[in-house]
């Protein structure tokens, strides 16, 4: 699966797509299929302030338990309700399942991740092919 | 792939839950090659069987498998074993890939005063393990053995994709019906066999699965894997295997310590069913605490249960915790989360037409 151009990456797999102060963020398609069938997803709380680097959440397969990290330090303006009843929506497009949204604290700290090509050749380097 | 017990192996094909969740409903097929197999003959082989296996291999007719298991002389486990009676002075033992070694030299060291000659074939068979409602339907397709008539624990002996005296088994380690056959090695065998129950199976949706869904299946029936619920710190009362082990056959190895256990009023610990009340998922290696927070036990294994919908996990935990319905928690996460014991196994396949024994 192609990874967006448009989103940035972050090491931990996590996956941003900024627009001005707002960003949505979620996993990479290489995640959910390392992890395999998701089946609980922990999500944030609307209002909870989320730190670059630092755990905000965690996604749970049949195989493993697995933490999120915030690729940005912001406040959480809102949090994919429908994850809660079917996980498997990451499975099945991880590029569009989002997580959490959230206001950006400093915009300008998204463009110090991965661009998508980065983060492609990061992938091929961690998994060997 | 991971490494399992030096063998390349896939933990999932297309998914774990639709490959657990076909094994429950239709079919699926595992490529278990990595089982071992031990072949003990000789007029002294019945004997040998007897003392280094706890269940009672006497009672066994040509054609019959029992559930068993090898211990040391502290009643603790070296590896648990289907034996397999092929013919009179004819015994062969499947086991564990991860002990494959450790086995052969323990039942060769054991048995070399009985009078029987033992011979390690593992590499000489492809293990197939077809596991489902649909199972029989699909093998039988395949075979011109009565599959019907071999029943739970039975075996017999057909010509399976052209292949003869195949030796095809009515076990599995699924908590479903299914089969196992044994056949040669060769990767252009093994793949043409394989190849062929899936087509076989294909109206049934079969599914190749992966150790993933194999670990899930065995942990909803509540089966011991050993490394986790069974080892060699671990006795047989401890695990609750005690209708495999036949104290009343006579001495073997490991009775000795056994009788102890019993007749100090049982094992201190035992392992239980937990489900997992609230979120969270209990999994291996994590801490039993009681209500007041001290740790109890340990998680020996854990899962989402596919088929039952359920967080389930097998735990090691206190003689005065054992009794269903009591409430514990499990550290989950350095958050304790509530649990509670619930009778074994987690699942029971339902009983069908055809009855088996």
């Given at each position: 699966?192609?990874y ?7 090491r931990e797999h ?5 627009s001005g102060k707002?960003a949505?963020?979620?996993i990479t398609?290489h995640a ?10 922990e999500?944030p ?9 630092k755990?905000?959440g965690?996604v749970?397969?049949v ?5 999120l ?8 303006t809102?949090?994919?309700?429908e994850l809660?009843?079917?996980?498997e ?5 991880a ?6 949204k959230?206001?950006l ?6 463009d110090s991740l ?7 050749v990061y992938v091929k380097e961690?998994?060997?092919? | 792939?991971?490494d399992?017990?030096?063998?390349d ?15 429950r409903?239709?079919v699926g097929?595992?490529d278990v090659s990595?089982?071992?197999?031990i072949q003990?003959?000789?007029?002294g082989?019945l004997a040998a069987v007897?003392?280094i ?5 006497s009672?066994?007719?040509v054609?019959?498998?029992?559930y068993s298991a090898?211990?040391?002389?502290e009643?603790?486990?070296v590896d648990?074993i289907i034996?397999h009676k092929?013919?009179d002075n004819?015994?062969?033992?499947v086991?564990?890939a ?5 086995d052969?030299n323990?039942?060769?060291s054991q048995a070399?005063a009985f ?5 390690d074939?593992?590499d ?9 409602p649909?199972a029989q339907e699909?093998l ?5 053995a009565?599959l019907a ?8 002996w057909?010509?399976v994709?052209g292949l003869?005296?195949?030796?095809i088994a ?5 908590g ?6 044994y ?7 093994s793949?043409r066999?394989w190849?062929?129950v899936m087509e076989a199976g ?8 992966g150790l993933?869904a194999?670990?899930t299946?065995?942990l ?8 986790h619920e069974?080892?060699?710190s671990?006795?047989v009362?401890?695990a609750?295997?005690d209708?495999?082990c036949?104290?009343e ?6 009775s000795?310590a ?5 007749a100090?009023g049982g ?6 069913g937990?489900e997992v009340?609230e979120r969270g998922i209990?999994r291996d ?10 740790a109890i036990?340990y998680?020996?294994?854990g899962?989402?249960?596919p088929?039952?919908k359920k ?8 003689r005065?915790?054992v009794e ?11 958050n ?6 619930v009778?074994?196994?987690f699942?029971k396949k ?7 024994s």
């Amino acid at each position: 699966m192609a990874y967006p151009t448009n989103y940035r990456y972050t090491r931990e797999h996590e996956w941003i797509e900024a627009s001005g102060k707002t960003a949505s963020v979620g996993i990479t398609d290489h995640a959910q299929d390392s992890l395999g069938d998701i089946v609980f997803v922990e999500l944030p709380k609307v209002g909870d302030k989320v730190e670059k680097g630092k755990v905000f959440g965690s996604v749970e397969s049949v195989k493993a338990v697995s933490d999120l990290y915030s690729p940005a330090t912001g406040t959480v303006t809102a949090i994919n309700e429908e994850l809660t009843t079917a996980p498997e929506k990451i499975n099945a497009d991880a590029h569009a399942a989002w997580i959490m949204k959230i206001e950006l604290a400093d915009p300008g700290e998204v463009d110090s991740l991965l661009t998508a090509q980065d983060y492609e050749v990061y992938v091929k380097e961690e998994t060997g092919h | 792939m991971v490494d399992f017990g030096g063998w390349d192996m896939p933990v999932e094909y297309s998914g774990l839950i639709a490959e657990h969740m076909a094994v429950r409903t239709g079919v699926g097929v595992f490529d278990v090659s990595h089982m071992g197999d031990i072949q003990l003959r000789g007029p002294g082989s019945l004997a040998a069987v007897q003392h280094i296996s706890m269940n009672d291999a006497s009672r066994l007719q040509v054609g019959q498998a029992q559930y068993s298991a090898m211990l040391y002389p502290e009643g603790t486990f070296v590896d648990d074993i289907i034996v397999h009676k092929l013919s009179d002075n004819d015994y062969l033992f499947v086991i564990n890939a991860g002990t494959r070694e450790k086995d052969y030299n323990w039942v060769r060291s054991q048995a070399h005063a009985f009078g029987c000659h033992v011979s390690d074939y593992s590499d000489y068979y492809t293990q197939l393990a077809i596991q489902g409602p649909r199972a029989q339907e699909t093998l039988q397709k395949l075979t011109n053995a009565d599959l019907a008539a071999v029943k739970f624990y039975w075996f017999t002996w057909g010509t399976v994709c052209g292949l003869e005296n195949t030796l095809i088994a009515r076990t599995g380690y699924t908590g479903e019906d299914g089969f196992e056959i044994y056949i040669p090695s060769d990767e252009a065998t093994s793949e043409r066999v394989w190849n062929e129950v899936m087509e076989a199976g294909k109206e049934f949706g079969i599914l190749p699965c992966g150790l993933g869904a194999r670990n899930t299946l065995r942990l909803e029936a509540a089966l011991s894997l050993y490394g986790h619920e069974i080892s060699d710190s671990i006795n047989v009362f401890e695990a609750g295997l005690d209708r495999f082990c036949k104290l009343e056959k006579g001495p073997f190895l490991g009775s000795e310590a056994l009788t102890k256990v019993q007749a100090a009023g049982g094992p201190e610990r035992k392992l239980v069913g937990l489900e997992v009340v609230e979120r969270g998922i209990a999994r291996d290696g994590y801490r039993v605490l009681d209500l007041s927070g001290n740790a109890i036990g340990y998680v020996t294994s854990g899962s989402p249960a596919p088929f039952l919908k359920k967080k389930i996990a097998l735990a090691y935990v206190p003689r005065a915790f054992v009794e269903p319905g009591t409430e514990v928690a499990v550290e989950i996460r350095n958050n304790p989360v509530k649990v509670q014991v619930v009778p074994l196994p987690f699942y029971k396949k339902p009983k069908r037409a055809s009855s088996q024994s």
